[in-house]
């Protein structure tokens, strides 16, 4: 079985991961959201539908492609292109690793978790065949410089797959933007007990304004919590867990340190800094972006 070709060696190795990084970093909001929601999940058929659409891959493509994704997170994701018949490794700077080492078990095709920062990937360079991040890039204290250590480690004629929140209008007038000038600053655990705590009134007033195109902008804009009582989740959740889900994400987008969407221009400008071609945009709102890195030319 391959190995991860890790480029250093690890501060220390606990509960069988390699650890790169102090225990206390700027993730500490999502290592709290993963152990506070761990239970759940999306079902791997689910999320891999959502992959190969999002990407325009086949499982015939991806079978036997070695994958290092990048903020895995509790490893939905993970599961799912493991599932699809690639290699992965998989890394995240919070302790969500644990919780996704602990729902993957063992994997024929799984090359192994390590917690380490998307800023400074201890893994050699030119080493696998798809760089996969995403809902990631946008919580990086700067996403350009995540950006460009994510493309040093696909190989050439390799992919990079890239996912970032929007900086269009539609995106930045969300009721996110409007809050986490507070709500960044406060603990975590506090931040956790307010929306426990106000949450199911906020959910019923949510659900209810969004019947109406003017209650949906002023939900849009101002009134800090999710609805997903509309769309696919009811057919994949009952209310009491598409009221979890919520929260959860309420949480994801009022507590991290950063939020720094990228324009599409943008990005596409730093694939082709970076030697990447064939760059297409999947998607805006948010922004997804696949290129290929250029192969070497051959000396004569």
Same mark, same amino acid.
């Given at each position: 079985m391959r190995q991860?070709?890790?480029?250093?060696?690890?501060?220390?190795? !606990?509960? @069988?991961?390699?650890?790169?990084?102090?225990?206390?970093?700027?993730?500490?909001?999502?290592?709290?959201?993963?152990?506070?929601? *761990?239970? &759940?999940?999306? #079902?791997?058929d689910f999320v891999k539908k959502k992959i190969l659409a999002?990407? %325009?891959?086949?499982?015939?493509?991806?079978?036997?492609?070695?994958?290092?994704?990048? %903020?895995?997170?509790?490893?939905? #994701?993970?599961k799912a292109l493991l599932d699809l018949g690639a290699q992965v *490794? *998989?890394? #995240?700077?919070?302790?969500?690793?644990?919780? *996704?080492?602990?729902?993957?078990?063992?994997?024929? %095709?799984?090359?192994? =978790?390590?917690?380490?920062?998307?800023? #400074?990937?201890?893994?050699?360079?030119?080493? =696998?065949?798809?760089?996969?991040?995403?809902?990631? &890039?946008?919580?990086t204290p700067d996403p350009k410089k995540a950006f460009f250590e994510m493309a040093r480690i696909v190989k050439p004629g390799g992919t990079l797959f890239m996912h970032s929140y929007d900086k269009s209008w539609q995106n930045l007038t969300h009721w996110r933007y409007?809050?986490?000038?507070?709500?960044?600053?406060?603990?975590?655990?506090?931040?956790?007990?307010?929306?426990?705590?106000?949450g199911p009134w906020l959910y019923r007033l949510v659900v209810w304004m969004d019947r109406w195109w003017l209650g949906r902008a002023i939900h849009h804009c101002a009134i800090p919590f999710w609805n997903y009582e509309r769309g696919k989740m009811r057919q994949e959740f009952t209310r009491e867990q598409r009221y979890q889900w919520a929260c959860m994400n309420t949480f994801d987008s009022l507590s991290p340190a950063h939020d720094h969407p990228t324009h599409p221009r943008?990005?596409?400008?730093?694939?082709?800094?970076? %030697?990447?071609?064939?760059?297409?945009?999947?998607?805006?709102?948010?922004?997804?972006?696949? @290129?290929? !890195?250029?192969? !070497?030319k051959k000396k004569p």
């Open positions: 991860i070709p890790f480029s250093r060696k690890p501060r220390r190795i !606990k509960d @069988g991961i390699p650890r790169f990084v102090p225990e206390n970093n700027y993730a500490r909001s999502f290592s709290i959201e993963w152990a506070r929601h *761990a239970s &759940l999940r999306f #079902d791997s999002r990407t %325009g891959w086949s499982t015939r493509w991806l079978k036997g492609k070695t994958i290092l994704e990048c %903020g895995c997170g509790g490893g939905n #994701d993970t *490794a *998989a890394f #995240d700077l919070s302790t969500g690793v644990e919780q *996704a080492k602990a729902l993957i078990g063992e994997h024929p %095709g799984l090359l192994g =978790f390590f917690q380490a920062s998307i800023m #400074d990937i201890p893994v050699k360079s030119e080493s =696998f065949d798809i760089v996969f991040c995403h809902r990631v &890039l946008q919580h409007r809050y986490r000038w507070l709500t960044k600053r406060m603990k975590p655990e506090t931040l956790a007990r307010l929306i426990e705590k106000h943008t990005m596409r400008r730093w694939f082709e800094e970076a %030697g990447f071609t064939r760059i297409r945009l999947r998607r805006r709102n948010p922004v997804i972006m696949i @290129g290929m !890195k250029k192969r !070497k």
